[in-house]
């Protein structure tokens, strides 16, 4: 894919574009999905796609290109060109990274024996077979695997490529209709993927889940399951990039520098992990990714950048580009000293939550959410599961709920399914004074 | 193009489908996009692919490439088959899908004004309208992100029974996000989105940058005036956005059949609604809910769905009762019925799943007036920023982000982020009347994995709940 993204670099220089960033992509993935113990479909995808980054006199401009003989490259540089002349100046823009850079292999990001997997079913049944195992009646999820190649050229002397394998499921047990459990496993290595292992917590909470009274409203303790904290923690790490705080779509707007979070608290975004669903050698713009804090000690040290953002505002790039956008690679919330069972222990009169979705904000600017629990819930009684409960909805805010962190577990969960992207790194947290609230007819 | 899709459709039988379709699609269009007065930047929207789909001994394999080649599609086609058949044996039944009788149909929507023939300079233009109607306001709008697309969308769809459904329709929308701070207080429009199937003359007599000022005047007025609502039990009377939501939620996603028989129990989840509950009360005889597709140059607008069966409009709800649920061939064949046409994909790389298209609360025969007149004490909410609701799609909320106090029948001062958190049941049983007039507002609705947002619109006519709990 170099000859090609040579070519494009080539022929941009011709017509005259400035920074010129090419980025090619060689995909496969599939997919299987499963619900009421059964596969309802298997998936194959195959594609191959350049994405173009060209800049005129301050002028930006992007494209995707799918087909890649000469002429095509020509006529499609030749519209971009074009179009992106007719505009103004984005005033803003101070380019690209200057390269080249050097890139270290990442340990455990490919692993071939992904890429020669022939059939994953029997992956499937064992996290079905878990499940139904601890009691559950109705097992539903999908199954990924994926094999990866990304081919980097940019105007600035950059030449890097990247080779990535994984495989991940998502499984949700059910026992009736209001009783269920969730739990994932993701690696991009075989050896540490462990299916069973998801579909019995699935399962485990599933079990546990049943016979749920109604929840009560009220200002709560509240565990959070990696499940759901990780949930909270994608939308976080959204509103991080310096983009979203521009654009109005952030709480974090103005508050660099300040506490906005419990002094216990530590977050960074860490693209170079090894094993991490979200892991690249390089950002879109050929910087070598790495370990950036967001927030320290409760304080927050910076936004997620790349070259442009962060010489306008006069600093280092974190790595993050994202040419228009920054954004998060893996989401890594640090470790406490709380064993699950001590955690438990702080909470005499709480809840238990074991995922949440639909997170939606009332501000984005303010942070004012809510979210939705999903499987089970539990009220929590000196330390230890009281009963489920059901049908009540998170409802707070996101500074409150980092200022009210006051332990977190010591061991910690990747999670990365259809409701959190990019992935997330947490432990359980225990969270004081929650909102909770509960529909009123 | 045609040819590659027959002949997917060929190999799959040959190599041992009982059933095969296959959907070439393309996607051609523009985005600008400007960030508080800076022009971001412009996309050049490219994509093209095709998507095979069979069934093999009562397994569902689906497969895709974008190189459109005889013999990448070949290969694609193969791994579709491969697909199917490993999945057969983790089945308990044999997929099978309803009978319908197909057609040959080519259509298109036009143009007026076609975007193609206007340059990247004059779309940026419409962004620079809002720009300066906003920032002329004398209001403080500190963070503006504004964004421009239009897309032509080429579909070519293929079965091994007969159909053959070629679209060409184009789509053009506007979104905004406003951030008003006056009196060192921030409030916000999010995501206003404006959308159509059409061309740029919708978005023209739309007028998207008087709405961008109204929204901005609102928020302004809700920063100085606005008052906390009431709390306990009043009326509500909710506008078309508010009611188009609320059907979207608690009445479109229900009502898949999919979602309501399991299949997207580990993502979107599942229904508080079962097959038997055709025919059962939900709402008031004030209450219908329909579903259509047809509505021309909606952001929901389809003829044909993509398992090539032709769109009809779908009563969900008629006078408070359970009428109807949205089915594709799969999910009708297993209650005995025939498809209602909600098969949608996004594009060639996902497979057609339930979807809903265009979703409103049908009109009543009440004035917004009368609709007001005789309420003591209540809310009027008319726009809504926070909503969600829970996966089995029963307890829903909606806070109003532009609202007003309605005391003896009269629209007073604006109120500050009233509550209303609710069950469906609840919700549609307190409707006591229905407004004449409908407006409709776009949204994207998420489901299925990896993830289709389609667009959809949503809305209906205004209504009258009665004695709801509000918070705040």
């Known amino acids: 894919m170099f000859e090609i993204n040579k070519l494009i670099l080539k022929k941009a220089k011709e017509l005259g574009f400035g920074d010129v960033v090419v980025l090619s992509h060689e995909e496969s993935r599939r997919q299987v999905r499963f619900a009421n113990n059964e596969i309802t479909v298997a998936k194959n995808w195959h594609s191959r796609k350049v994405e173009l980054f060209a800049e005129y006199e301050k002028r930006i401009g992007s494209t995707t290109l799918m087909t890649f003989d000469e002429g095509t490259i020509e006529k499609t540089l030749k519209a971009l060109l074009a179009s992106v002349k007719s505009l103004a100046p984005k005033e803003d823009y101070y380019g690209i990274a200057e390269g080249p850079f050097k890139y270290r292999d990442i340990p455990e990001t490919f692993d071939r024996k992904i890429v020669e997997l022939d059939e994953p079913n029997e992956y499937v049944e064992s996290a079905i077979n878990a499940a139904l195992e601890e009691g559950a009646k109705r097992v539903a999820g999908v199954l990924y695997t994926d094999h990866n190649k990304l081919y980097l050229s940019t105007s600035n002397g950059v030449e890097a490529s990247d080779e990535g394998t994984g495989i991940e499921i998502s499984v949700r047990a059910f026992i009736g209709d209001e009783e269920s459990g969730h739990g994932t496993s993701s690696s991009r290595v075989l050896s540490k993927f462990d299916p069973e292992n998801a579909g019995r917590k699935a399962g485990e909470i599933a079990k546990l889940a049943v016979s749920p009274i109604q929840g009560e409203a009220g200002t709560f303790d509240v565990i959070f399951d990696p499940l759901a904290f990780a949930n909270l923690m994608s939308y976080m790490s959204f509103m991080a990039s310096a983009f979203a705080v521009e654009a109005g779509f952030s709480f974090l707007v103005g508050k660099l520098g300040q506490r906005i979070a419990h002094e216990g608290v530590t977050i960074k975004d860490i693209g170079n992990m090894p094993n991490a669903y979200g892991t690249r050698k390089f950002d879109d713009e050929g910087v070598p990714t790495r370990e950036t804090t967001i927030i320290e000690n409760g304080e927050l040290r910076t936004y997620l950048l790349n070259t442009s953002m962060a010489k306008k505002y006069k600093t280092e790039t974190t790595a993050n580009a994202g040419l228009i956008m920054p954004r998060a690679w893996n989401i890594y919330v640090e470790p406490g000293n709380h064993s699950k069972e001590e955690l438990f222990s702080e909470v005499k009169h709480g809840v238990y939550i074991t995922n949440v979705w639909y997170t939606r904000f009332q501000n984005y600017v303010k942070g004012d959410f809510s979210t939705i629990p999903r499987d089970g819930a539990f009220l929590i009684k000196n330390g230890e599961i009281e009963r489920p409960i059901r049908n009540i909805r998170v409802s707070d805010n996101m500074q409150h709920i980092l200022e009210n962190i006051v332990a977190l577990g010591k061991e910690l969960y990747q999670i990365h399914w259809w409701e959190v992207d990019p992935p997330v790194f947490t432990p359980y947290v225990l969270v004081r004074d929650v909102g909770i609230t509960k529909a009123t007819k | ?472």
């Open chain 2, 1 to 472: 193009m045609h040819e590659l899709v027959e002949f997917a459709v060929e190999k799959a039988q040959e190599l041992g489908a009982s059933y095969a379709e296959a959907r070439f699609e393309e996607k051609n269009g523009t985005e600008v996009v400007m960030k508080n007065g800076n022009p971001e930047g412009l996309g050049i929207l490219a994509d093209r692919g095709i998507g095979i789909r069979v069934l093999v001994d009562g397994g569902m394999g689906f497969s895709s490439t974008n190189l459109l080649t005889k013999e990448s599609v070949f290969d694609a086609v193969k791994r579709a088959v491969k697909l199917a058949k490993a999945a057969s044996k983790v089945r308990n039944k044999p997929i099978q899908f309803s009978e319908e009788s197909f057609h040959e149909v080519f259509y298109e929507v036009r143009m007026r004004k076609d975007f193609r023939d206007v340059g990247a300079e004059e779309k940026m233009e419409y962004l620079k309208r809002i720009e300066e109607s906003v920032l002329g306001s004398g209001i403080t709008v500190p963070m503006r992100f504004l964004s421009y697309r239009d897309f032509m969308w080429h579909k070519i769809f293929m079965n091994n029974e007969g159909a053959m459904i070629e679209s060409i329709i184009p789509r053009v929308s506007i979104t905004y996000n406003l951030v008003v701070l006056e009196e060192g207080q921030m409030e916000q429009a999010p995501f206003v989105q404006r959308a159509f199937s059409g061309g740029l003359e919708l978005i023209e007599k739309d007028e998207p940058w008087e709405r961008a000022l109204n929204d901005v005047k609102a928020l302004r007025r809700l920063i100085k005036e606005g008052k906390k609502p009431p709390e306990g039990k009043v009326d509500i009377v909710i506008s078309p956005e508010v009611a188009g939501i609320a059907v979207h939620e608690s009445v479109g996603h229900p009502y898949e059949l999919d979602r309501i028989m399991g299949r997207e129990a580990a993502q979107a989840g599942e229904s508080f609604v079962k097959p038997e509950m055709l025919g059962e009360r939900i709402g008031s005889e004030a209450v219908t809910v329909i579903e259509d597709p047809t509505i021309p140059n909606s952001w929901g607008f389809y003829l044909y769905d993509d398992e090539g069966v032709k769109a009809r409009p779908r009563y969900l709800i008629r006078e408070g009762i359970i009428s109807e649920f949205l089915m594709n061939r799969e999910y009708a064949a297993y209650l005995g019925m025939k498809s209602n046409a909600s098969a949608r994909a996004i594009n060639y790389n996902r497979e057609p799943i339930v979807r809903m298209a265009n979703t409103y609360l049908a009109p009543g025969d009440h004035t917004f007036e009368e609709l007001v007149e005789d309420i003591k004490l209540g809310v009027y909410m008319v726009s809504f920023n926070e909503w969600n609701i829970d996966d089995r799609r029963y307890q829903q909320r909606y806070i109003g982000r532009e609202a007003y106090l309605i005391e003896n029948g009269e629209i007073k001062h604006p109120v500050r982020k009233p509550i209303l958190e609710i069950t469906t049941k609840g919700l549609w049983s307190s409707v006591d009347a229905v407004g004449k007039e409908i407006e409709m507002f776009p949204g994207t609705c998420g489901k299925g994995e990896p993830g289709q947002g389609v667009p959809v619109w949503m809305g209906g006519a205004p209504a009258r709940l009665r004695d709801v709990v509000l918070r705040r």
